[in-house]
Each structure stands twice: as structure tokens, then as C-alpha cells.
């Protein structure tokens, strides 16, 4: 498992990723979509989940965030789903709740190979600075479908959307670092095989 590099061009966007799954190889992460608040929670993932990597995007951003955001997921999940391999040797299963302030949100994690997603989140303003709080789901639905894993998302509470999002974020990342640690088990499956 060494260095994974993607690159997805489309007519709407560019991205150039390099990606660390166990943190072994890059030193830092660094992140530019020309979107401020997504490389916040881009880098805020990638800090609580141990997973290193550069990213650069270029999109459509006149337009707007969408396909950006949307194309980042699915980059990051198609590394993810790489350097996964045949999943051997990870505990496989994650849980966080993490608190924000007054945000309060949880998730859940199986990196089984059977893509599932589910997203319960409101958000008090629909806008975050410039950025749209409805593509926090677009991008973790990309990461999710495209990563091949299980990923059930909720927010319990919160009165400030940039703190929900983070909640949200910091939860992923944490059922994410708790899912790679590894296991005793070959793999972590009564079928054998994941």
C-alpha cells in the first residue's frame, strides 16, 4: 500500500489527487479547490483520520460549487477504495459522536465494499460564508459511493450550520480512523470475505 495518484477530468472540472491512506509517505496535507470553506473540512478530515493527501482542483466555480465538490468526493473515494485493496487486516467497523459547540453529530462507518449511504442533517442557513450546505451531502454521498463502503450520517442538533458541519466532518473522519485500525482477523467477515 504505497501512493495512490488520481486524476478526473471532465468538461466541469479537473482534480489532481496524491493520496496516503496510513500517513506513511506525505507529511502533510495540502488542499486548494478554490472553494475556503470545503479545504477547511477537507483538511479537518483528513487531520482526525490520519489519511494524508494533496489535492488540487480546478472548476467550474462561476457556475457554481457543485460539480467541484461533488467530483472531489468521488476522486477521494475512488483512492480510498485502492488502497483498501482487499480489505484485509482492518477492523472494518467505526463509530464517532463528536460534539461542536453547541453542534452535536454522529457517524457511522463499514468499510465493507457494499456502498450504502444515509445523510440526516439540517442546516439553520442554507449558506455557509459562500459555500451551499446542501453539498456537504453531495460530497460525503461521492466519498461514500464511489470509496465502496457503508456510511450512515446524522446531526442531533446545532444552532450554527458552520458547526454542524464540522461535527459532521470531525465525526466522519474519527468512525473512519477507528474503521482502518487494524484486526486481529485477517478479515473481519463471518463470510470470509468482504
Known sequence: MGLISKVRETKETRIELTFDLRGEFLEETRVQ???GFFDHMLET?????????????EGDLEVDYHHTVEDVGIVLG????EALEDRKGI????EATIPMDDALSQAVVDLVRRPYFYYSAEFPVSKIGSFDAELIEEFFRAFALNGMFTLHIRNFYG????HIAESLFK????ALRRA???AEEAIFSVKGSL
Open 180 to 182: 482502518l485500525l487494524p
Open 91 to 94: 477492523s472494518r467497523f467505526g
Open 45 to 57: 478530515l483528513s487531520f482526525y483520520s490520519g489519511i494524508l493527501f494533496e489535492l488540487k482542483a
Open 159 to 162: 444552532k450554527n450550520s458552520h
Open 171 to 174: 465525526a466522519v473522519a474519527h
Open 33 to 35: 479547490t478554490g472553494i
Open 78 to 81: 475512488l483512492a480510498l477504495d
